[in-house]
Every structure is written in structure tokens, then in C-alpha cells.
């Protein structure tokens, strides 16, 4: 196939534009959509809501701010289960496959479940649920690795109105804790275990340490491996024995567009991670035609997005996004390297796999593979490649569009949040342009920009705050669970309510493509993954003998950053087992990828007069950066050589 999808510019070197061909196949192709869009936003969206979602019930109001909150398509009705599974049975998508599962170990099958399937399963379920006494607005924890009962447990929720949050598996049994307690949940969902990298997870003794003593009445088992555990009677259920004895339908729930859909934990600046709550309708809207215009989804497509289901990425585009657009989505279980690192390219020529999403730091391991290697793979069905989480660099950008993409897919490099639900800065595939590093423009429908310190727009090439305008995207956030002042400080208090405020920082340049340069608070990327500076101080400072903590990310050049600990103790020296003893902490506290690449041992720790510690000049050593910043408002400097000799600093030029 030596289709020609992208075009080199002829000025620029390392910038790319579809090609007509392209552009005759896309959704979008006309650049006037975003000036047309910008006329009247909510009409817009309005739009986008009717054509792309079926509704039980008309919106009143399409978009109402009522500080410190807005709502979209205000006592409109509609269920997300039943745009995602219910009308594409009633087409000729019934058989069509939904979901393409492949499992690591290499000798399992592969299940496909059609879209028929999925509704008999998620009805199953759903009644499943039913009968364990959940109802609407009731929490559900689902903490299962990849496996089709996550999309059918999260649709199943939605079919009945239950709240679900969706908990990493690799996360701890403690991470698991915090956020049973926060949401106080009724049900959770689990697997016996799973496969990574060839070794046996054992999740289920994770979940019966999370749910002692909390509000969990009933724990649902699936049958993932088939090992010993322990069920506790009365308590547990193995999911396949309760679907059963259930019906094979279940009425979809009508929900209001403001009703929550889910609840999904994310790292902010304190220890607590907050919990992130999104919309039904708004959200789903969103979900839908991002996913069907970023990444140009047709009836053919084969759609993979590596993200697992625990982030955000894995709710938005591994399930309602190309669900709800009657997609062919393809969910693999298992690690990129297992059994080799030619695993992914295997599962691409395999499926016919379309289009590709997944993060920089994947595409940076196999960097380090050389070229040859994919070049054992026939890649040829892919038409468009994607990425999320962090920013790309060029080598990064153009390594993927070569030896992946085949100098052919536009690569789609999408930023967004877990509050923003679904992507909102990206160039579109019918348009371009493709150029690396920057992400592009905003998503047809909303506006964002570049302010300074107190809110003022900026120009061009101007580093500042990255925020959006009102009026806001209909997926993001409607606020914390429990705790509004959380959401009012974190996103709208530093603009004074004017805009959303995303804390990260950007430009744009002369054409209005955006480019990030990175978060502004103690927020970090580890190998895409979201995590904060204080949730990990926090499970460090659990150690008896620890006094104090301050982690930092370093820049790494595979997983972007990762997190380095500075550890006071209350007595005696430093050493490898107590080093040992500090990572297990986090592992334990939070989950194997929160690991301090590096813990050192000092006596003290920058602080203000205040008594705050000042992380950035810790960020400035572990960095060799050659500007630490003014050190005259310390109230200890001393404990600055100490710092620099530890961690053998030297400063770049
Ligand atoms: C960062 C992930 C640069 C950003 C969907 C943001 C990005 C944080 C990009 C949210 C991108 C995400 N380029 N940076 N394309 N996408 N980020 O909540 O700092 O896990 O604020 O959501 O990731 O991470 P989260």
C-alpha cells in the first residue's frame, strides 16, 4: 500500500499536511469549521449533541454558568450505555465486532465480541448489580486489569445509573483504600488476577486488604486466571455464577445529561488524590466526536488505544468515545514487550489494526530498538497514529511517523486532562498541520489561550498559562467528589472565575498551534502516568524513621520524568536497605510506578522562612540546571552545598 496520507510542506522542513486523498476520506477537511464554530459555540455543540448521541428526552437549556458551575444540555435525558451498545444492535452493526480482545499469554485465544454480545453481557450484568441492591447514584469501584468485563462493568453502571470509579490495577491495596473511603462505594470489581510480563498478578488479595473496614458490602470476581483465592461467603461472588441467574435484559436507566456518570482519581498538589467527576451527557458528547473526528473513525476502522482503562485515556478512547461511534476497538491485556518487544507490531499486522493511539514514552523504549526491527512488521494498515499525555519531542515524533507510521499516518498529538474527559487541543487529521511538538489548535467548539501571571492574553511564542474560555467544553469536569474547595482553588480561583485554568504551561505560534511546555505545579509524567510530588512525600514519610521528604522529577529520557526523593531521617545514616525500605513504601503506598528512581539521604531541606519546602531548586539540581532561582528567601541555604555534593550536581551551561 504506498498511499500517499500526508504531504511534506514545501517550506518547512519537518511539517506535514494531508493529503487530498485524505482530506476526501475525512470527517473534517475545511479549516472554516473553526471560525464557523467560534460564531456561536453553543449552538455548535448543540449540534454535535443531537447528531451524535440518541436522547430520551430534549435539552431545555443548552448551556447554563452558574458559578462555580456549568452544565451542558441542562434536563436533557439519555443513558451512555445505550448510545454505546443499545442503538448500534438495532443497526447493521449488530454483529459487528465491538471489542477485539487479545490476551498476553500468546497460546490463549482471542475473543471478539460483537456488539450483540456486549449488549447481552452488559444487560446481564447490569442485572447482576441489580440484584446486589445498587441503584442509582450508588458508587461501584472497578479495579480489573484489561479484560472485556471492564467495558462491560463501566457500561453496566451506566446502563443503571450507578457512579463508576475505575481504580489502576497496579495500583496498591492502600491506593485501592483511599479510594473505596473517598467514594464510599457499595460494590467492587475484581479478577482473581491477571498476566504481565509472564508473572501472575495477584489482585484479589489487594482487594480483600482495600475493603476491610470500609463501606464495600459485596466484592464481583472474575474468573481471570483460574488460581486459588479466598472468597468470603456471602460477601463474594464469582461474576460468571451471579450473571447467570440473570435476566437478559435490563431496562437502561434514563439520566439526566448532569447525572454523574463517573468518578475518576487523579493526582493534584496535595497527598490526597482528588476525585474527578464527569457528566453524562456533556461528557459523552465530547467523547464521541473527538474521538470520531481526531482520530477520523469509520466503519472500517480497527481503533487501538494502548491506554489502560485506569486513566483517563482508557475510559474517553478505549471505551465510550469509539463505542459510542459503533468502532471496532481492539483492548490488549498484556505488557508491549511480552514475549518480545515485537509484540504490539504483531498485534497491529494481525488485526489490521487503523489507527494507533498511545504515549510518548512507549514510542521512546522502542526507539532504543533501532529501525530494523519494525521493519518485520507489515504496518500498512495504519492510517492514523496518535499521542497523549506528555509532551513528544521531534526525534521522538519523527522516529514514529517513520518506521510506524511509514512516513503515511498524520500523527495526532492530543492534549487534555482527566478533567477535561476527552481531547481539546489537537490538529485534525483532514487538516493539518502535523508538526512535531506542537499539539495544534483547539478543538472546533472551544477557545483556549495564553495568559500571564494576572490573566492578561499574550501573543505569539509568549510562554504562559494555558487556559480555556467559557463558554466551557461540555467534558470537562463538574467538580470534585466532595470537596468543592478543591475544585474552586484548583481550576477556577487563580482567574478569578474568568477562565479554566489548566496548569500547564504553553505558547502558540504565529498560526495559533499550541505547544506545552509543561505542568506548573508539583504534577509529574512518570512514563505518562499522572502523579504528584506530596502523594508520594506521603508515602515516604510513613517510614518510622523518616522526619521529612521532598520528591522531585528528573528528566528521563525514556519515561519522560522520573521521581527522585531527598530523604531527611530522624537518626542515623542512609543506606541501601534503608533505601530499599523508602521505595518499598511507595510501592506498597502507592504502586509500582510511583518508584523513586533515586532516594538521597540529607541532613535538611530548602525551606522558605515560612517553613515551606522549596521544591523547584531541588527540581533545578537534579537537573544540573545552571539557574536554581533567587536562594536569598531561604531560611536554611546552607543545606545547599550539602544537596549539590549528594547528588553530584553539575550545572549545564
Ligand atoms: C500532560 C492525560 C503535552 C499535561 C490525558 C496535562 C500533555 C497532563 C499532552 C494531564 C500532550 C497530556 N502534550 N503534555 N499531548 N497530553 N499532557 O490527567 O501536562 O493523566 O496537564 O491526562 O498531561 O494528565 P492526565
Known amino acids: 500500500m504506498a498511499t500517499e496520507w500526508v504531504v511534506r510542506d514545501e517550506k518547512e522542513e519537518n511539517v506535514f499536511w494531508p493529503s487530498s486523498e485524505m482530506k476526501k476520506r475525512a470527517w473534517v477537511s475545511d479549516e472554516k469549521i473553526y471560525d464557523d464554530a467560534k460564531k456561536d459555540q453553543i449552538k455548535f455543540w448543540e449540534k454535535l449533541a443531537e447528531d451524535g448521541l440518541v436522547w430520551f ?20 435525558e439519555l443513558n451512555a450505555c445505550y448510545n454505546c451498545v443499545d442503538r448500534h444492535v438495532k443497526t447493521w452493526r449488530r454483529n459487528k465486532a465491538a471489542i477485539i480482545w487479545v490476551p498476553e499469554p500468546i497460546d490463549e485465544d482471542v ?19 441489580k440484584k446486589l441492591g445498587v441503584k442509582k447514584g450508588d458508587r461501584v469501584v472497578i479495579y480489573l486489569p484489561m479484560i472485556p468485563q471492564v467495558q462491560i462493568a463501566m457500561l453496566a453502571c451506566a446502563r443503571i445509573g450507578a457512579i463508576h470509579s475505575v481504580v489502576f490495577s497496579a495500583f496498591s491495596a492502600e491506593s485501592l483504600k483511599q479510594r473505596i473511603e473517598d467514594s464510599e462505594a457499595k460494590v467492587l470489581i475484581t479478577a482473581d488476577g491477571y498476566y504481565r510480563r509472564g508473572k501472575i498478578i495477584d489482585l484479589k488479595r489487594n482487594a480483600d486488604s482495600a475493603v476491610q473496614g470500609t463501606t464495600i458490602k459485596n466484592v464481583i470476581v472474575v474468573r481471570r486466571i483460574g488460581n486459588d483465592i ?6 463474594d461472588y464469582f461474576w460468571d455464577e451471579i450473571v447467570k441467574e440473570c435476566d437478559g435484559y435490563c431496562e437502561a436507566e434514563k439520566m439526566k445529561s448532569q447525572d454523574i456518570l463517573f468518578i475518576l482519581y487523579t493526582s493534584g498538589t496535595t497527598g490526597k488524590p482528588k476525585g474527578i467527576i464527569h457528566d453524562t451527557g456533556g461528557y459523552l458528547t465530547q467523547a464521541h466526536w473527538t474521538a470520531k473526528w481526531d482520530f477520523d473513525l469509520h466503519d472500517d476502522d480497527v481503533f487501538w488505544c494502548t491506554a489502560d482503562i485506569g486513566w483517563v485515556t482508557g475510559h474517553t478512547y478505549a471505551c465510550y468515545g469509539p463505542l459510542s461511534n459503533g468502532a471496532t476497538l481492539l483492548v490488549y491485556e498484556g505488557a508491549p514487550d511480552y514475549p518480545d518487544i515485537g509484540r504490539w507490531w504483531k498485534i497491529i499486522e494481525e488485526f489490521g489494526v487503523t489507527t494507533f493511539y498511545t504515549a510518548p514514552t512507549a514510542i521512546r523504549m522502542f526507539i532504543r530498538y533501532g529501525e530494523d526491527l519494525f521493519k518485520r512488521y507489515d504496518l500498512s494498515s495504519l492510517r492514523i497514529l496518535g499521542t497523549v499525555g506528555e509532551p513528544i519531542d521531534t526525534d521522538a515524533w ?32 483532514g487538516i493539518g498541520p502535523f508538526k512535531p511538538t506542537f499539539a495544534g489548535k483547539s478543538f472546533p467548539g472551544t477557545v483556549h489561550t495564553v495568559v500571564d501571571e494576572d490573566g492578561n492574553e499574550l501573543g505569539p511564542g509568549e510562554v504562559g498559562y494555558l487556559v480555556q474560555k467559557p463558554p466551557f467544553a461540555p467534558g470537562l469536569l463538574h467538580g470534585v467528589w466532595k470537596n468543592e474547595k478543591k475544585y474552586i482553588e484548583e481550576y477556577w480561583e487563580k482567574f478569578n472565575f474568568r477562565y479554566y485554568y489548566t496548569s500547564d504551561g504553553a505558547y502558540y505560534d504565529e498560526d495559533g498551534n499550541f505547544r506545552l511546555t509543561g505542568r506548573v505545579d508539583d504534577v509529574m509524567k512518570v512514563a505518562g502516568h499522572r502523579l504528584s510530588s506530596a502523594e508520594v512525600e506521603d508515602a515516604i514519610d510513613e517510614h518510622p524513621n523518616v522526619r521529612e521528604s521532598a520528591v522531585v522529577p528528573r528528566k528521563d529520557e525514556i519515561k519522560g520524568e522520573v521521581p527522585i526523593a531527598f530523604v531527611v531521617l530522624k537518626h542515623g545514616e542512609g543506606s541501601d536497605s534503608l533505601k530499599k525500605e523508602i521505595i518499598d513504601f511507595v510501592v506498597k503506598g502507592i504502586g509500582p510506578t510511583a518508584k523513586p528512581a533515586e532516594v538521597y539521604f540529607v541532613s535538611d531541606l530548602p525551606k522558605t522562612r515560612s517553613g515551606k519546602i522549596m521544591r523547584r531548586i531541588l527540581r533545578g539540581i537534579v ?6 532561582g533567587n536562594l536569598t528567601t531561604l531560611m536554611n541555604p546552607e543545606c545547599i552545598d550539602e544537596i549539590k555534593v549528594v547528588v553530584g550536581y553539575k550545572p549545564l551551561e
Open 57 to 76: 428526552k430534549k435539552w431545555d437549556k443548552a448551556y447554563v454558568w452558574e458559578k462555580p458551575y456549568f452544565k451542558w444540555f441542562v434536563n436533557g
Open 230 to 235: 479466598n472468597m468470603v461467603k456471602g460477601r
Open 398 to 429: 519523527l522516529w514514529y511517523f517513520k518506521n510506524i507510521g511509514g512516513c503515511r499516518c498524520p500523527i495526532i498529538d492530543t492534549w487534555w486532562q482527566t478533567e477535561t474527559g476527552g481531547t481539546l487541543i489537537n490538529s485534525l487529521p
Open 111 to 129: 475473543k471478539v465480541l460483537t456488539y450483540y454480545d456486549l449488549y447481552r453481557e452488559v444487560n446481564r450484568f447490569a442485572n447482576a448489580l
Open 623 to 628: 537537573n544540573n540546571k545552571k539557574e536554581l
